[in-house]
């Protein structure tokens, strides 16, 4: 148990993998290649983001740019969801 804990670990850090398992947007679980991504500024404005994925993608105007200081975004943050739309209403909150 303990090996496949620090196996999904592992995955959620390797770049290009979603930060969320299950939809922001519905609750279910994610489905692979349903994503959408995101930046931010910096550490502060990543942990914020992931707090509350739902009201960070109110924010996002421009995924170039960080939804909280508005500055050039230069951490990505792939965020998944369990079907198309899902992810197309969290960009036509945009
Ligand atoms: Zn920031
Ligand atoms: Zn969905």
């Not at 922001?24 to 349903?34: A, F, T």
């Not at 170039?64 to 739309?85: A, D, H, M, V, Y």
Request: a positive charge; aromatic letters at 4%; charged letters at 25%.
């Amino acid at each position: 148990m303990k090996l496949i804990a620090l196996l999904s670990i592992v995955a959620i850090s390797a770049s290009g993998a979603t930060v969320n398992k299950d939809c922001p947007m519905s609750g279910n679980p994610i489905k692979d290649g349903i994503t959408y991504t995101i930046s931010v500024c910096c550490n502060k404005c990543e942990t914020k983001a992931l707090k509350n994925l739902k009201e960070t993608l109110k924010r996002v105007k421009d995924v170039t740019k960080c939804p909280f200081s508005n500055r050039k975004g230069i951490k990505q943050i792939t965020i998944g969801f369990c079907c198309k739309s899902c992810l197309s209403d969290a960009k036509k909150q945009n």
